[in-house]
């Protein structure tokens, strides 16, 4: 394996008999359609585990998905057979949504050996490689969970990255959204972005066929954002999940100074002693 932070559909079917690899099928429901099931019960790649981010949370907290406490979240890695010293690789039913989400929880929480499939289950089913819809009986193990403070950012982070400039902040969201235009799929939450943020849409670095696009079409995409990838980054979205596509990104990219928002617009959006900036219409 190498520190590059994806791995390839075909890549992942020559390793899948590995007795250190530990597939795991990242599941939320999108925002706009909170009732939709897994597909993860009639159909998923041999030997994958369930991860739900909506059950693998801070539930102390009315804020979505919000990073667990470091031992609940060893417990409940344990409990999915997921421990210290495999390689973890995370897919998602959708291709690039919830996968770099748990991706970035498990990298927050420790874990060095984790990858993101490129093209995730669409990509998957479109070979069609095998699937199964039994789920798998794994042994519990050990994980070690040694959160990074530095790759969460909270509130007082972002206000901090707007007053002093410190920290470029860029935003995951459409670009609707981001200016005010469109209205939060969450109700409650007023509209626009946080001052001083940049915008770059997530689906601008996935390409027409569901996969990652080249680094070098990748870099332009942060440029044209105004992006300088060797200054600090923190991403940020709806809420927090979204923003680990383009902390994906940037990794990629081999950018180092990253963190993500995990409140994200949820948060922000909601108090009301945050400033938000709207676009002229």
């Not at 039994?134 to 969970?145: D, I, K, L, M, Y």
């Not at 390409?207 to 105004?226: C, V």
Request: proline share 7%.
């Amino acid at each position: 394996m190498t520190d590059h932070p994806l791995v390839s559909t075909q890549w992942l079917a020559d390793h899948l008999s590995s007795p250190d690899l530990v597939v795991i099928n990242a599941w939320m429901p999108p925002v706009t359609h909170p009732d939709a099931p897994p597909v993860y019960p009639n159909a998923h790649i041999p030997g994958a585990v369930f991860f739900d981010i909506n059950e693998i949370c801070d539930k102390s907290t009315d804020l979505p998905h919000m990073l667990p406490a470091p031992h609940v979240f060893s417990s409940a890695m344990r409990k999915l057979g997921v421990g210290d010293g495999q390689t973890l690789v995370v897919y998602d039913d959708f291709g690039f949504y919830s996968a770099p989400r748990v991706w970035w929880t498990l990298r927050s929480m420790g874990a060095e050996r984790v990858y993101v499939l490129d093209g995730g289950f669409p990509k998957w089913r479109a070979e069609n490689r095998d699937v199964e819809d039994t789920t798998p009986r794994r042994v519990q193990s050990h994980f070690s969970s040694r959160l990074n403070n530095g790759a969460v950012a909270d509130i007082t982070h972002i206000r901090n990255a707007i007053s002093s400039g410190s920290r470029q902040i860029l935003d995951a969201r459409s670009s609707d959204r981001f200016a005010g235009k469109a209205p939060e799929p969450r109700a409650g939450l007023r509209t626009g972005h946080m001052p001083t943020a940049f915008n770059l849409p997530f689906t601008q670095l996935i390409g027409e066929n569901g996969t990652f696009r080249s680094k070098d079409e990748l870099a332009q995409a942060y440029k044209s954002a105004g992006i300088d990838l060797e200054k600090p980054i923190t991403t940020t979205c709806g809420s927090g999940v979204t923003a680990a596509i383009l902390t994906l990104g940037l990794t990629v990219l081999g950018a180092r100074d990253l963190a993500l928002y995990d409140g994200s617009w949820s948060e922000w959006g909601a108090r009301d002693d945050t400033d938000v900036a709207t676009d002229p219409a």
